[in-house]
């Protein structure tokens, strides 16, 4: 997809942050849509089907959470990636954040180069999951679905099977938060009843394996992988 093919909705109740964020966002090509405060967010999620949607948590009216809830709701917006802006320390947000359906955040007051940076990051994300590789290469690491090996540095590395299928889904997606609880289900379903710290300490062999820069901890959340 061509970054003009791109619609990006960024809601804030600060004119200063719309104008500012927006103008970095346009002028790299991206389509910027805008709204004041949550109940606008809905609407224009709606008629504008934006693939990706910036949101401010505290706005009148209805706050980003309430908005996130709303926006998840509609079948048609279900691919539709949501951030959220939170300020500094605000780790009660970021929580309810996610809990509501939002797939990441970026922490503000951010440099305008970070945020353009972030938001890129943000949509490689929406890759055609349809068409989905058997063969994912992610800089120096290959991982091929199909015959469940993984290579580093062209080195051949063989995994566990429920390490390999953890890597596997975490790599699908880079820079995704993916919540415990949906990591529970679609690495280990209803094969067994396995107690929180499994993915604990399933991550932490990972990390010996593969490099402990390559998994972030989201406290209280789950995990993600960093490309």
Same mark, same amino acid.
């Given at each position: ?178 919540? =415990? +609880?949906? !990591?529970? *289900? @679609? ?6 009843? #396995? %107690?929180?710290?499994?993915? $604990? ?5 990972? =990390? +010996?394996? !593969?490099? *402990? @820069? ?6 209280? #959340? %789950?995990?993600?992988?960093? $490309?």
């Amino acid at each position: 997809m061509k970054k003009r093919d791109i619609k990006i909705l960024l809601v804030d109740d600060e004119p200063d942050i719309l104008e500012i964020v927006g103008y970095n966002l346009s002028s790299q090509g991206y389509q910027i849509i805008t709204a004041e405060n949550g109940v606008q967010a809905v609407k224009k999620a709606k008629k504008e089907k934006p693939q990706l949607i910036i949101l401010d948590v505290m706005m009148p009216e209805m706050d980003g959470i309430e908005a996130c809830e709303q926006i998840r709701k509609i079948p048609e917006l279900s691919e539709t990636i949501i951030t959220f802006l939170t300020a500094r320390g605000e780790d009660y947000s970021q929580m309810a954040g996610f809990d509501a359906g939002a797939d990441d955040y970026i922490t503000k007051p951010i440099k305008p180069k970070v945020l353009v940076s972030k938001v890129k990051a943000l949509l490689r994300r929406l890759k055609d999951e349809e068409k989905a590789e058997d063969v994912l290469k992610i800089g120096d690491l290959v991982i091929n679905r199909e015959e469940y090996k993984i290579t580093i540095k062209g080195q051949e590395l063989i995994l566990p099977r429920k390490e390999f299928e953890l890597l596997s889904l975490l790599a699908t997606k880079p820079n995704k938060v993916f919540k =415990r +609880e949906e !990591i529970l *289900d @679609k690495v280990w379903g209803n094969e067994v009843v #396995v %107690g929180g710290r499994t993915i $604990d300490v399933h991550i932490r062999k990972l =990390r +010996e394996k !593969i490099g *402990d @820069k390559k998994f972030k901890t989201i406290k209280g #959340v %789950g995990y993600k992988f960093v $490309d």
